[in-house]
């Protein structure tokens, strides 16, 4: 009934979803990694900062602590942009990959879907066709039949 081409791909489209899965879920994975990475990397130079301070300790004179407490605020709001440039750009990254891998072949697979469902759909056009021609035939031959009738009664007279 079906053709075989939309069989074939009614037990494909479990391999390829579970292929995304796979695909999608390795990409999702790179991205936590990559915002792992920064904070990690962002925790570890706000310590360092903090630990230079640290180290200047009871010999330090308040009036160094307070120009590198001014010093850090200055910085904060650069750093909290860079920050935030950073995290948007490896989210975008992770996401334009994710729709990219899951779009590419379930596109191939409605199109596959597509052209399978327009060849089944041409089937019935093509049998109300023959029928109709069919038909048009059979009245052909009841004309043909009735003319041949009429034709012996005439002759008959």
Known sequence: M???????QTFVLP?????????????YASGLQQLADLNVQTAK????????IAKAGPNAKPGDFLSW???LLAETPEKAAAYARHFWQI????????????????????FEVKRASESVSQ??????????NASDDAEAIAQSEKSVRLSKVDSKR
């Open 2 to 8: 079906f053709p075989s081409s939309f069989a074939n």
């Open 15 to 27: 391999a390829t979803n579970l292929q995304i899965f796979v695909n999608v879920a390795k990409r």
């Open 45 to 52: 130079t706000v310590f360092e900062e903090s630990a230079a």
């Open 69 to 71: 407490q001014s010093t």
């Open 91 to 110: 989210v975008r990254a992770t996401q334009t990959d994710i729709l990219n891998e899951a779009r590419g072949p379930l596109e191939q697979f409605g």
């Open 123 to 132: 089937v019935p056009v093509a049998l109300v066709s023959s029928i109709a």
